[in-house]
């Protein structure tokens, strides 16, 4: 028997990266990578990112972050104290705990993106961005024109036109921002539970004889609703959790569709995707009235699972959202 009410996100999950988080400390090795950090490369490092090649003679000492998650991996990885200036201020969603007080550090530039002014202002040596639009040419802040003041750029990965493959990409990401960086052991120890993390979700799934369950992501819209494409982290996320996405054509990460469509291809589940000027509730309530989508299974039996769109970009968050995802559907498999 299937819950009505939907879960927000999961304390499992949480608890556990909090946990490998706390478990990874100060330690004479951090300390030693900390004082690195600080000092000229014995060798020039060189990186390939989105096919723009860059090379550092020493770790970034003044860098500014343009997207949340960004913010969120870089304190993970160590570099926090040496971030002058985060973008999107104005977030709905807490910051991780492990993270909460460093960040609330860190001058928020603006609600959403900095200016050109803004960020040449603060003279930095790095920005990092974790979505295209963070390097909007229109907007006069392209990664171009950084790197022509002199301000090298970075971008992860998910955003350079490829999509999402597999793990692969978040390890290349991580590795070279913690070779840039000068904080391997963190960028590595970070990579190495976000990959545990969601072994361990696929291990319970698979202990207990379970593949998947046809789901519909319900990201946006009510004329045309938008959802998850099959490149993107929404994909990998709900192959590991047991959300086989029933739009994995196309070669976008989200893409548009019909409700007529979506009636045709019956999910046996919806997560639903909580952010924008509609929330969670809403979107549920409006798929419980709509004519086609209240006679799919997943709508008459209430199976719908709630994660913030923050958990599906490239960071932690995503061990959360599949564990989130995997427990409300299959709750025996988490011991529910």
Same mark, same amino acid.
């Given at each position: ?23 990874? &400390? ?89 200016? +050109?002014?803004?960020?040449? @202002? ?50 290349? @990401? ?17 990579? @190495? ?15 207990? %004889?379970?593949? &998947? ?15 998850? &494409? &099959?490149?993107?982290? %929404? ?23 019909? +409700? ?13 995707? @909580? ?62």
């Amino acid at each position: 028997m299937f819950r009505r009410t939907p879960v927000r996100a999961s304390s499992v999950g949480a608890a556990l990266l909090v946990a490998g988080l706390a478990l990874t &400390g100060c330690s004479r090795g951090e300390a030693l990578e900390s004082t690195a950090a600080t000092e000229p490369f014995a060798e020039p490092v060189t990186i390939t990112n989105c096919d723009r090649e860059a090379t550092f003679d020493a770790p970034p000492q003044r860098i500014i972050t343009m997207n949340h998650h960004v913010t969120e991996t870089l304190i993970q990885m160590g570099a926090g104290d040496r971030i002058v200036g985060r973008a999107y201020a104005d977030r709905d969603s807490e910051p991780l705990p492990e993270v909460a007080d460093e960040m609330a550090a860190i001058p928020a530039l603006a609600d959403e993106y900095p200016t +050109w002014e803004q960020i040449v @202002d603060l003279d930095p040596d790095l920005v990092v961005g974790g979505m295209r639009s963070a390097f909007d040419e229109k907007e006069g802040r392209s990664r171009d024109a950084l790197e022509t003041e002199g301000i090298d750029t970075f971008l992860f990965s998910e955003y350079c036109g490829e999509g999402f493959p597999d793990l692969d990409m978040l390890e290349t @990401d991580y590795s070279q921002l913690g070779r840039v960086l000068g904080v391997e052991e963190g960028a590595a120890a970070l990579t @190495d539970r976000i990959v545990g993390g969601l072994d361990e979700v696929r291990a319970a799934l698979d202990a207990h %004889g379970i593949s &998947g369950t046809p789901t519909f992501f319900y990201d946006s819209g009510e004329d045309v609703p938008m959802t998850i &494409g &099959g490149v993107g982290i %929404g994909q990998l996320v709900g192959d590991v959790a047991g959300a086989d996405n029933i739009f994995t054509e196309g070669e976008k990460p989200y893409v548009k569709t019909t +409700w007529e469509i979506l009636g045709e291809r019956q999910p046996e589940a919806i997560v639903v995707l @909580d952010y924008g000027s509609k929330t969670a509730e809403e979107k549920i309530a409006y798929l419980e009235q709509h004519p086609v989508m209240s006679t799919t299974p997943a709508v008459r039996e209430g199976r719908y699972a709630v994660i913030p769109l923050d958990d599906l970009f490239e960071s932690s968050r995503i061990v959360t959202a599949a564990e989130t995802i995997a427990s409300e559907l299959y709750p025996e498999a988490f011991g529910q």
